[in-house]
């Protein structure tokens, strides 16, 4: 019915709503490439932390404290 009374404000309509979808898209897809590229480079840094602390092949073990007061 709206579109028989006014048909050029339900195309200006229709426009508005793809360009806001098209938008969201794009938005969407570069979350996604940005979450790709942080999970990458946590995962090299990771990768190197655990080849740079097992040099020599020993690896650091947290030392326990002593829970009985001297």
């Known amino acids: 019915m709206l579109s028989q ?3 050029e404000l339900v195309l200006a309509c229709q426009r508005r ?3 806001e979808d098209s938008a969201a898209s794009a938005a969407a897809e570069r979350r996604r490439l940005t979450w ?3 999970e990458a480079a946590a ?3 990771a990768a190197a932390s655990v080849q740079s602390s097992s040099v020599g092949g020993l690896v650091p073990v947290k030392s326990a404290t002593c829970s009985v007061a001297c």
Do not use: H
């Open 17 to 19: 709503i793809e360009e």
């Open 36 to 38: 790709e590229r942080l």
């Open 43 to 45: 995962s090299a840094a």
């Open 5 to 7: 009374m006014d048909e």
